[in-house]
């Protein structure tokens, strides 16, 4: 009895210091965003930093109210928002089909794997204005930018997961006669599920470069666009808001695959 | 008639730089509902042997043939158990053992049912929701037999498939899986490198020399042992008698 109860005192204090701990990581993190934002107003109201480049807080906010009030922004938050969801699950799809392309003959990927390296050696942003030719100065070539950024190093790294299942699996399947199909559906596919979110997490980010990129280069719209447009006229207060949007935005698509993980791989 | 049929087989693996023979000439037959081990040293090509009598691939020479059918023809009636369960880490206990009906595309409730009763049989009822890792070792090499016996094989290929357990796991398991097979009178083929093993199993013992695999010389197990289970032949006289008579032969290889 003593010892039960010596136990459950001790299980409480571990779970005490557990949430004390939390409390003090939380604090910090609040205190960082606190001085950051703090002193970057001072600063530039005393003038220790450029208001003129640097901007401040208050008017990046006092922007971020005038834009909302009259709609612009939201605007432009859907044409750059929509353009990166699909151009990285278009990046993410295409890139995984051409790992089982590459998985289902292997070939056709030892044809293709010097056109691999070199693609994906290459900065695909230099792509930009050829793709704005072919595709025409719309979304759909800005759109093209975001996937084509992810596509290839996708294709590589689940590839390499494909060829990396332990192949007693495979045996496992072909002991009762499954057809590669098969074979692919019910092992290879659900054993790289783990290496396909993380290359998710890593598209989220890729995404974000190519449709901006895309942006700066093309578009009337868009974050992309309030960047380069503040940047033209010197208004990097407008700068600084679009940055700020972007990294809240970035931040919950990563969230949103963080989630999707926790749903997909209930196992772990 | 035999049951299972191999008729000088030879495999050789090739790489760049080497040709390996991993068998050479194995000539062997097998009576229905008989128990057989291949025993033998590491790299005397004995999971090769096992894989080509699965229909896994192919030999470079030599013909097998199960009930006078070729090995390609006949995959359904062959199971097979591995070293490690190889339980998928994503699927349920259930979708596990149902894994062999499914890829047949032969999931009717009666096949089910039976899947369930032997779940049972094996003392797992009540872990079908579960996922593998929530199992012990032993738990899981139940689950594999279960998986391994549900598409109803009449030749069951076990690839030292007691290896990665401990030692009193191991023991039990030997027991349940003797006894499991002798009930529903299956043929079985079984890999290993334990002397003890083989003799507490088996009717009839392979010992093979390495490099290149071949039939070194073959043992029959004594009636006395074959009628008992594996822990009690472990006990017998006789068990001692064959253990030191296969202990000879394997010093003599070396």
Known sequence: MNNKQSTELLHKNYIKKLTYEKRWVRFYQFVIFFV???????????????????SAPSKVWNLFIRKIQ??????????????????????????????????????????LDPYLVILNAMPKV?????????????????????AIISVIITTIVVY??????????IKVLQTFGATRSQCFKEAILPACFPTIISTLKVNVGLSWVGVIVGEFLVSSKGLGYMIIYGFQVFNFTLVLLSLLVIAIFATIMYQLVELLERKLIKSN | MSFLKLEHIHHTYFTKTSATTALSDISLEVKEGEFISFLGPSGCGKTTLLSIIAGLFQPTEGTILLENQSVNKSKKKIGYMLQQDYLFPW??????ILLGLKIFGNEDS?????????????????????????????????????????????????????????????LRLEDLVSETLKSFGKTAILV??????????????????????????????????????PFQARNHENYTHLFQEIWKELESLE
């Open chain 1, 36 to 54: 950051f934002f703090l002193g970057w107003e001072i600063a530039s109201k005393k003038q220790w930093i450029d208001p003129l480049i640097f």
């Open chain 1, 70 to 111: 009259d709609g612009t922004l939201m605007v432009d938050l859907g044409y750059t928002l929509s353009e990166t969801v699909l151009g990285f699950i278009l990046g993410t799809l295409l890139g995984t089909i051409l790992a089982a392309i590459l998985w289902w003959s292997p070939f056709l990927s030892k044809v």
């Open chain 1, 126 to 146: 230099a792509l930009g204005p050829i793709l704005i030719v072919a595709l025409g100065p719309s979304m759909t070539s800005i759109i093209a930018m975001g």
């Open chain 1, 160 to 169: 390499t997961a494909f060829k990396e299942v332990d192949p007693n699996y």
């Open chain 2, 91 to 96: 699927k349920t206990i259930e979708e596990n």
């Open chain 2, 110 to 170: 009666a096949k089910k049912e039976y899947a369930y009763s032997l779940l049972e049989e094996m003392g797992l009822k009540g872990y079908e929701k579960q996922y593998p890792k929530q199992l012990s070792g032993g738990m899981r090499q139940r689950v594999a037999l279960v998986r391994t016996l549900v598409t109803e094989p009449k030749l069951l290929m076990l690839d030292e498939p007691f290896s990665a357990l401990d030692y009193q796991t191991k």
């Open chain 2, 192 to 229: 290993t490198h334990d002397i003890g093993e083989a003799i507490a199993m088996s009717d009839r013992i392979y010992l093979f020399s390495a490099r290149p695999g071949q039939i070194h010389k073959s043992f029959k197990v004594p009636k006395e042992l074959r009628e008992l289970s």
